[in-house]
T-cell receptor
């Protein structure tokens, strides 16, 4: 059973601070890792993807992956009120190129306080 | 140009009815998916299609049937709708079976009364 775990929150962070979102996954065969942002009533929007251990930075966002610990995180620097949303961690096992689809966590509700 | 488009955006129907949701992608992607997001916002894969071949089929009721007339379209047909089918259904596509370039449609909110 593939599982992706996230703290549902809400996580409240002051404007301008760093928001840290965490995710763990159960399947060691997982190969691709994604962070999606979802505003209420909208579809998930891809924020970051990461495929190898270490850090990946894109603007104010940094994704971190540690396959040994089965842990992936997302850091948001200089948090803005517009970052307030639900952040979904997703994992693709992709064994042999097979498309199992993405397994999602239940999401972390992030609130940036002005 | 909308990359992944779904119709209708909202669907309200009575129990026992049959309904379809359409999805089209203009990204040239090889793989398309249907996801269900329940009232608790949990997003779960239902089906995926790669080059018109069903490659996964999660344990969803057989009242749900995906239909793909071509690589750019993946429709979802639901028979004998039940109250528990009420949810938001998202179509998605990706470049290939590894999941690169994953893109979601805007969703269809289905309400069964």
């Amino acid at each position: 059973q593939k599982e992706v775990e996230q703290n549902s929150g809400p996580l409240s962070v002051p404007e301008g601070a760093i928001a840290s979102l965490n995710c763990t996954y159960s399947d060691r065969g997982s190969q691709s890792f994604f962070w999606y942002r979802q505003y209420s009533g909208k579809s998930p929007e891809l924020i970051m993807s990461i495929y190898s251990n270490g850090d990946k930075e894109d603007g104010r966002f940094t994704a971190q992956l540690n396959k040994a610990s089965q842990y992936v995180s997302l850091l948001i620097r200089d948090s803005q009120p517009s970052d307030s949303a639900t952040y979904l961690c997703a994992v693709n096992v992709g064994s042999g190129g097979g498309a199992d689809g993405l397994t999602f966590g239940k999401g972390t509700h992030l609130i940036i306080q002005p | 140009d909308t990359a992944v488009s779904q119709t209708p955006k909202y669907l309200v129907t009575q129990m026992g009815n049959d309904k379809s949701i359409k999805c089209e992608q203009n990204l040239g992607h090889d793989t398309m998916y249907w996801y269900k997001q329940d009232s608790k916002k949990f997003l779960k894969i239902m089906f995926s299609y790669n080059n018109k071949e069903l490659i996964i089929n999660e344990t969803v009721p057989n009242r749900f049937s995906p239909k793909s007339p071509d690589k750019a379209h993946l429709n979802l047909h639901i028979n004998s709708l039940e109250l528990g089918d009420s949810a938001v259904y998202f179509c998605a596509s990706s470049q290939d079976r590894r999941g690169y370039g994953y893109t979601f449609g805007s969703g269809t909110r289905l309400t069964v009364v």
